[in-house]
């Protein structure tokens, strides 16, 4: 540890995990100065919740370099979804200098089961957008990961000390296989699961199928999030959905007593037709959040 950082973590009553390999001249580069203080417990805050899936995951001689948290985003969730599409995608960022871990959070920044890694040959781009305002990150697969919410320090010093993670990896050469540009890992172990592959070949984790959630939520809207742990969503949805159908029932009896059955019968169409549009939204936004990782099916010890 630098004596820099050494002394602002004996100033504010810090520590981090002996046992983990930190790089912290490259993870605290903020120590001196106006907002030192907040920058460094911003930090060591993002950090510490998940040094214990570092500890099980990191290999010898694997270093952590950086550790940043932000918000994927998605046009699609962001629209149907509006804030709860920040508060399920909360992601912390962990750069070491052989892969980046990706670790699903809640919005006290605790882990919850779906996790990540991406080996260095995976990734095609890893920089600010052009307005600065969110990050790409473009995989050698196809896949286009946007996400926004990290701070403006983070933006700009993730990239650089992500290019230099890039030089060093090339100059070993290092070129694992994958199955896919992101992997999934375990919620109970963190071995890899592959692509399409729905049951860990190590411990024996059984996970959902995409499709399986949602036709769950095309059945009954927030059914595949609560199936997810999306409880806060879920119940929102759920008190949306009830409030439609009361908005219905209101609105068909009092067409009914002054209209007649025939402006009933439209009424009731018109209905059948938002609720199958909202029915098969849910649905398709289930399956994409699915999609995304690994979600345990029952416990996980």
Known sequence: MSDEVKALFEQYNLTLDPTINYHLDSMFQKTSGWGAKGEVKRIHKTIVPVEP?????????????????????????????????????????????????????????????????????????????????????????????????????????????????????????????????????????????????????????????????????????SWGDFTLKHTGLAIVELIGYCFTWFIFIMVFMGVLAEEGIGGAIFVAIVFAVILGFQHCVDAALTYYIAKKGVHPKGPVE
């Open 53 to 221: 899936l570092l500890k099980r995951l990191l290999q010898d001689g694997e270093e952590v370099l950086y550790v940043a948290r932000g918000v994927q985003y998605k046009f699609s969730e962001q629209y149907f979804l509006g804030i709860w599409a920040n508060m399920i995608n909360q992601t912390v960022f962990v750069l070491t200098n052989v892969r980046l871990l990706m670790f699903h959070v809640n919005s006290k920044g605790l882990p919850q089961h779906t996790n990540w890694l991406i080996y260095y040959n995976q990734i095609k781009k890893f920089k600010a957008t052009m307005l600065g305002s969110s990050m790409a990150l473009d995989l050698t697969d196809g896949i286009k990961l946007r996400f926004s919410g990290f701070k403006g320090t983070d933006r700009k010093r993730m990239p650089a000390c992500f290019e230099e993670a890039m030089q060093a990896y090339r100059e070993l050469g290092f070129n694992p296989a994958a199955t896919q540009s992101r992997e999934n890992l375990c919620s109970k172990c963190l071995i890899v699961v592959p692509k399409d592959v729905y049951q860990c070949g190590a411990c024996s984790q059984v996970f959902w199928k995409p499709m399986d959630v949602a036709l769950r939520s095309l059945l009954f809207p």
